[in-house]
């Protein structure tokens, strides 16, 4: 068997579009760990000290844990529109699948590194709240700020994978 034919067998068009479900997952759900992850390490130190902050804090720490549930979602409808989770799977083309695996892009990779952006905002929102309580609100609102660009890539894959 020739490498070209081994590749062949391997890279269907439905081995593509699951790749493309799996890195919209796996990007931006390694994003939103990260991102969850530094907020979690800068609300531990102001919770030692503050423990009635906690739900200040909590949703700071949520705010970048949206980027995995954009590529969840987006997973979810590959492979919705794969047939698979009807029991019927349609066997796509290689260009089919192709099409499927660029569609999860857009929120796998912007999902990655909006989501750590994202953390390191909120984790500088939560000196912030340590400092001055009251501004809590202009905190979320930087850290929100991010979101948007996680928000329009998710669009960007969804309406991809919803006009296929």
């Not at 081995?15 to 390490?41: F, Y």
């Not at 980027?67 to 290689?94: D, E, H, N, R």
């Not at 857009?106 to 994202?118: E, F, H, L, R, T």
């Amino acid at each position: 068997m020739s490498f070209s034919e081994f590749l062949s067998i391997i890279f269907t068009g439905n081995t593509l579009a699951l790749i493309g479900a799996a890195l919209a997952v796996i990007l931006s759900g390694m994003g939103s760990a990260r991102g969850v992850g530094l907020v979690g390490e800068a609300a531990s130190g102001l919770l030692a000290e503050d423990p009635s902050k906690f739900g200040k804090t909590l949703i700071l720490q949520a705010l970048p844990g949206t980027q995995g549930i954009y590529g969840l979602i987006t997973a979810f409808l590959i492979i919705f529109k794969m047939g698979i989770l009807s029991g019927a799977p349609a066997t796509l083309t290689v260009a089919q699948g192709m099409y499927y695996l660029l569609a999860g892009l857009p929120i796998a990779i912007v999902g990655y590194y909006s989501a750590i952006k994202q953390g390191r905002v909120a984790a500088a929102g939560i000196s912030l709240l340590a400092k001055r309580p009251k501004e809590v609100g202009k905190a979320i609102t930087s850290a929100a700020l991010v979101e948007t660009y996680a928000i329009f890539a998710v669009l960007v894959s969804l309406l991809m994978v919803l006009f296929a």
